[in-house]
């Protein structure tokens, strides 16, 4: 295998390994716990959970494009993902030990879980911004879909080794159920695995296309303003990025309250939920792969629309669904759906930005998916509140898919050497 081939299998091998947080942490196992043991009530842990996650979106938002910046000027993409990438795992292993019953245990639980969360992120802005660089634009579609399809099936397989090893009726470690233990322990599995399968693309990533130029605080702050006063040549660019700001909305908070749903409104049991979880990753996992290939060929603004309604369609169903067999249909095509959204959100993203500042593009990009993430979140919670159901909570998703559907209606696929100069940028002194 050449050196290319095992760079872009290491790439891809990243989402594979990095997708057992999002999955057995934010979405599915830990979640749950969180708002059934940790939480005074699973509506109190429902709108704890939701402040959780608007505080991480809002440090992300603040954080991911000066960091971006800080990458491209002094050429540290590979160490910033580095680093991310080990903070993200050692909170996630640190979660394990947290029992409940302890007056600290809430607070130092949602602390671990807000910089795990936070590390996670800003790590997804580096590893994004080499898929430009890795795959040409007419293989970015499937290059983009193989990852996330492969993330999908790691966080299938990992779901089922907690299953197996941890959470089910008869586990194979049969650790102690007092306190949560045997839950808890799926926080330090995920960290290992995650550790485990991102190694190969920490190792393997490529060098730095441009000399390394020195950088401060204020030189990077220099370079993100430059980049921001330049974004208005950029046109098609920023109105992708207010599309993907108000629609990646409503996917972040599907992902931290899909389990804690399940469990609360039909009464799901951690093992219950696990099932549920590896069914929607594998249809998640199955709609990356053909998608892709799709994209490739209709484009992916195109793509993008088609799983919106999709979207729309199954968080619909969700909310109103009389019993389990309506809420796994959601699911299934809820999860249909995921992955070939993201997938083609990254693509586009990548097939619209200047090579010279891929991290601070993609750094805007993350931004565009955080810096109003907490209104979901924070929606849902108060909705869940306020009309004490969480059926109210998840009906607030629903107007994120349709509202960046009818802004995305406005973005032309340009890419920047057809459009906008990438000249236009140039770095601050």
């Excluded at 680093?83 to 245990?105: E, K, N, Q, R, W």
């Excluded at 007092?178 to 693309?201: D, I, M, Q, S, Y």
């Excluded at 990646?248 to 799901?268: E, K, P, Q, S, V």
């Excluded at 992916?300 to 629309?305: D, E, G, L, V």
């Amino acid at each position: 295998m050449k050196r290319e081939e095992r760079t872009l299998f290491a790439w891809c091998l990243y989402d594979w390994g990095n997708s057992a947080f999002t999955t057995l942490v934010v979405t599915f196992i830990y979640s749950t716990y969180f708002s059934q043991a940790l939480a005074p009530t699973p509506e109190a842990g429902t709108v704890l959970w939701s402040r959780a996650m608007g505080l991480s979106a809002l440090a992300i938002a603040l954080l991911s494009p000066f960091l971006g910046a800080v990458a491209d000027r002094g050429g540290h993409r590979r160490r910033t993902l580095a680093i991310a990438t080990l903070l993200c795992i050692a909170c996630t292993a640190g979660l394990t030990f947290v029992a409940p019953g302890h007056s600290f245990s809430i607070l130092l639980a949602l602390t671990l879980f807000v910089g795990a969360n936070t590390a996670y992120e800003i790590g997804i802005v580096f590893y994004n911004a080499y898929l430009p660089e890795l795959a040409p634009p007419e293989r970015s579609g499937r290059v983009s879909g193989y990852g996330w399809g492969l993330g999908y099936v790691g966080g299938i397989l990992c779901l089922l080794l907690a299953l197996i090893l941890l959470v089910g009726n008869a586990p194979l470690l049969g650790l102690p159920r007092e306190a949560g233990l045997h839950v808890r322990a799926t926080n330090l599995l995920t960290a290992l695995w995650f550790l485990l399968f991102t190694l190969p693309f920490l190792f393997l990533a490529p060098p730095e296309q441009q000399s390394p130029q020195p950088v401060t605080v204020a030189t990077a702050a220099g370079d993100l303003a430059a980049t921001f006063r330049s974004l208005r040549e950029f046109r098609q660019v920023v109105r992708f990025l207010l599309a993907h700001l108000i629609y990646n909305d409503g996917l972040i908070t599907i992902f931290a309250f899909g389990g804690i749903y399940a469990a609360g409104t039909f009464g799901m049991t951690i093992a219950e939920v696990v099932f549920f979880g590896i069914a929607l990753n594998m249809a998640a996992g199955i709609g990356a792969f053909l998608f892709g290939h799709l994209e490739d060929a209709i484009g992916s603004k195109p793509t993008i629309r088609l799983t919106l309604v999709g979207l729309t369609i199954a968080t619909t169903i969700a909310a109103i669904a009389p019993n389990r067999l309506w809420l796994w249909l959601a699911g299934l095509v809820l999860g249909l759906f995921v992955g070939p959204n993201q997938s083609a959100s990254r693509a586009f993203m990548g097939r619209l930005t200047p090579a010279s500042h891929r991290a601070q593009f993609f750094g805007f990009f993350t931004l565009s998916g955080k810096i109003t993430s907490f209104l979901g979140p924070i929606l849902l919670g108060s909705a869940t509140a306020f009309f004490h159901s969480q059926r109210a909570g998840i009906a607030t998703i629903i107007p994120f898919f349709v509202l960046g559907g009818i802004l995305l209606l406005t973005v032309q696929e340009t890419p920047p050497s057809q459009g906008d100069p990438a000249e236009t940028f140039a770095p601050a002194d």
